[in-house]
Nanobody
Framework: QEQLVESGGGLVQPGGSLTLSCVASGFNLDDYTVAWFRQVPGKGREAVSCMNNDDGGTFYTDSVKGRFTASRGTAKNTAYLQMNNLQPEDTGEYVC?????????????????????WGKGISVTVSW
């Protein structure tokens, strides 16, 4: 099966850091744009980052610019989201997803129907 599995979430104090991992199996993650979405209870699902698989660069939503960094790991089918200086408003369910290679249009605009694969999500809570 083609699937994505996230790990690395948890509880962290404001100002702290967490690194989320996204491991793909059954397909090559390098063929796709890697998206991280954040689901906040009572609110819609918002794209946090969109990392192209070409030279198109990486999109970050305004609220995380300068604090979050998306990357592809040494392992070919692994992606990461490094989250620094976390704030309570960063709390939510983080979900790894993919968009077709060479495109990040759907991710940048939080158009979830454009995603090809979805992980199950992982909780991040930022609180004292």
């Amino acid at each position: 099966q083609e699937q994505l599995v996230e790990s690395g979430g948890g509880l962290v104090q404001p100002g702290g850091s967490l690194t989320l991992s996204c491991v793909a199996s059954g397909f090559n993650l390098d063929d796709y744009t890697v998206a991280w979405f954040r689901q906040v209870p009572g609110k819609g699902r918002e794209a946090v980052s969109c990392m192209n698989n070409d030279d198109g660069g990486t999109f970050y939503t305004d609220s995380v610019k300068g604090r979050f960094t998306a990357s592809r790991g040494t392992a070919k089918n692994t992606a990461y989201l490094q989250m620094n200086n976390l704030q309570p408003e960063d709390t939510g369910e983080y979900v790894c997803a993919t968009e077709g290679g060479g495109s990040s249009f759907y991710c940048r605009n939080s158009l979830t129907h454009g995603m090809r694969h979805w992980g199950k999500g992982i909780s991040v809570t930022v609180s004292w």
